[in-house]
């Protein structure tokens, strides 16, 4: 599917896009990449910089998105302003210029005449209501029907970040139902791994434990859950998706394992050998959903396809390559000045 195609990773020097963009060189494809470094470094993607083109460009500016969409086989769009949940809950108007990358992004890649758009959407378009603590009302696994714009009860995405990615969907179904946009949105849960920063949980809960902090400090009741999913099954789902999937639908890649966020920090403590007196859950701090994890259902269905690497394989490797990257010295500074950064 990828050798000889032109393809342009939008955020290709993110935590998620570098990965992909390797592994897109490895397949031989002939990749570009265009990404403003807001978040991203040009350090995610040294080892391949000299096979790909690199333009360095911000997307709210449409003429940024017409030129790196010119004469594109296939676009991954990942370039977004995010971060983990503290940036998230604290950057409403920032995150809000998501609309404008994304439709900057489809539209001139609809002009351009790109043959398939990859959209990476996020578990956070589902409504936040199917995801609560009460029982009777929670979704166990999200199902892709779920979230659905035209569906009375179906729309309560979570914030501003997962309205964007909401909408960035609907945009594209609609450019597939006026157009025949081929392409799909991907809904990604809780991606961690290598190069991913201490904003979003699972890089903090090693920060934290390297630096041996104690009290152990936990953001929430630590009983939230997720489905946390190692960053080369996402980059696995998002080429399959791509592959498999041409009418814009949304597809949930994720895998079913569900770990509570306690557990998770025990597993972290234990592997780096750092047994705190205490653990403080502070209910000041935010939690985002209760419960959050795939269907995958659909995605076998569809795909054909799950994902591999277990929770506690991902998190082994993650730690490997977390102790190597940053000096104690950074890590504590990080923790107690930047967690609320992206
Ligand atoms: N990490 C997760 O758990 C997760 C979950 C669901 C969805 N996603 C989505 O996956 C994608 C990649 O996320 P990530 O976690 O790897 O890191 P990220 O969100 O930091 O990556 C975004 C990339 O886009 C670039 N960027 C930001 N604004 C830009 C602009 N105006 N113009 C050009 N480039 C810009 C950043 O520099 C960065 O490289 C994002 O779209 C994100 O929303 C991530």
Redesign the pocket.
């Known amino acids: 599917m990828f050798k000889n195609k032109k393809v342009l990773v ?8 570098s990965h992909l963009v390797e592994s897109l060189v490895l397949d031989g494809a002939h990749v570009e990449v ?7 470094c040009l350090d995610n993607i040294s080892s391949v910089i000299n096979k790909i083109e690199f333009i360095k ?4 500016d449409g003429s ?1 998105a017409a030129k790196c969409t010119k004469q594109k086989d296939i676009v991954f769009h ?6 983990g949940r503290g940036f998230i809950e604290t950057h409403p108007g920032e995150i809000s ?1 998501n609309f404008l ?1 994304d439709g900057n992004v489809f539209y001139h890649s609809h002009l351009n005449g790109v043959e398939r758009i990859c959209y ?5 378009a589902y409504p936040t209501t199917l995801q609560s603590a009460d029982i009777a009302r929670q979704e166990r696994y999200l199902s892709e029907e779920m979230a659905d714009p035209f569906r009375e009860g179906a729309a309560l995405a979570d914030g501003e ?1 997962g309205w964007a ?1 909401f909408m960035g969907e609907m945009a594209l179904k609609a450019y597939n139902k006026q157009f025949m946009q081929k392409g799909v949105s991907c ?6 791994g290598p190069r ?1 920063n201490e904003s ?1 949980a699972i890089i903090a809960f090693i920060a934290k434990a390297l630096t041996q902090q104690d009290p152990y400090e936990i953001w929430g009741s630590g009983s939230q859950d997720r489905n946390f999913t190692y960053v080369s099954d996402i980059v696995q789902g998002l080429k399959l998706a791509t592959t498999k999937i041409t009418d814009c639908r949304s597809v949930n890649i994720g895998t079913n394992e569900i770990t509570k966020i306690i557990d998770a920090v025990r597993v972290v403590c234990d592997l780096v050998n750092h047994s705190p007196d205490k653990f403080n859950c502070d209910m000041t701090k935010p939690e985002g959903v209760h419960a959050r994890a795939a269907s995958t259902k659909n995605q076998n269905l569809w795909l054909n396809w799950e994902p591999e690497v277990s929770f506690q394989e991902g998190i082994l490797k993650t730690v490997n390559w977390y102790r190597n990257h940053r000096t104690i010295e950074e890590m504590k500074n990080i923790v107690s000045n930047k967690l609320f950064d ?1």
Do not use: M, P, W
């Not at 265009?34 to 991203?40: E, I, K, N, T």
């Not at 990942?78 to 971060?83: K, R, S, T, W």
């Not at 990476?120 to 956070?124: M, N």
């Not at 809904?187 to 961690?192: A, E, G, N, Q």
């Open positions: 939008t955020g290709g020097c993110s935590f998620i896009g265009v990404d403003d470094l807001s978040s991203g460009g911000d997307l709210r940024i990942l370039a977004n302003i995010h971060g210029q990358i990476t959407s996020s578990a956070c970040y990615k809904r990604l849960f809780t991606v961690y991913e979003h992206r």
